[in-house]
């Protein structure tokens, strides 16, 4: 879904760290500074809502209608749908996604099966990014399992990908003085985005 003149683009940022303020989130925030005036952001952190664990209601009884999603989650659900573009923001833990951004995209799987939200049908053509950092100052590959993971979620949902902005740091404001990222930071945000054209399974 792409924003018009006449409506404003949406970005909303999924902070995902333990921490904040932390590399990825200072990261993210000088990125959201080259967003043209007039763009919507949005900032979000995901511990907030830790408490409401995901569970597989496929094959229960009944499905995910036996079990009403909270009025929190459903909230949570039609933010993420208002938005034209999903920046995960999350630092490399143990090689992969934190697990608050874990849990907010195992929702996916329950919203999709809730007719009313017609999930799948509204996430299509909305873009997914991902910003990250490590602490590894020359193997960028320790970011690979996180990207990868992110990109086939794109695909599957039939949505644009546009790839990482990846910083490198150990305690937080390292990532200031990543020039490459900080160079990246300027133009990651503003760089057109194809929608992805897999098929979803």
């Known amino acids: 879904m ?4 006449a409506t404003p683009r949406n970005v909303l940022f999924l902070l995902s760290s333990a921490r904040e303020n932390g590399n990825a989130e200072q990261l993210a925030r000088k990125a959201a500074e080259s967003l043209p ?12 809502y830790r408490h409401e ?27 993420t749908l ?51 950092s490590h602490s ?3 193997d960028d590959g ?11 979620s794109a695909d599957y949902m039939e949505m644009g990908w546009r790839g990482a902005l990846i910083g490198h740091g150990n305690q937080p404001g390292d990532v200031l003085q990543d020039a490459r990222a900080m160079a ?8 057109p985005v194809a929608v992805a054209k897999v098929e979803a399974a």
């Open 2 to 5: 792409s924003s018009s003149a």
């Open 37 to 48: 005036p007039g763009t919507v952001t949005d900032w979000l952190r995901l511990n907030e």
């Open 53 to 79: 664990a995901f569970q597989d209601l496929r094959h229960a009884p009944g499905g995910y209608t036996a079990r009403p999603a909270s009025p929190e989650m459903l909230a949570l659900a039609e933010r």
């Open 82 to 132: 208002a938005a034209d573009e999903l920046v995960i923001v999350a630092p490399v833990y143990w090689y992969g996604l934190p697990s608050s951004a874990v849990s907010y995209l195992e929702h996916w799987s329950w919203w999709f099966r809730l007719p009313e939200l017609r999930f799948r049908e509204r996430m299509r053509g909305k873009v997914l990014s991902l910003v990250t």
């Open 136 to 138: 590894s100052d020359e």
């Open 142 to 152: 320790v970011a690979q399992p996180l990207l990868m993971s992110l990109q086939l």
């Open 184 to 191: 990246g930071a300027r133009e990651f945000l503003l760089r």
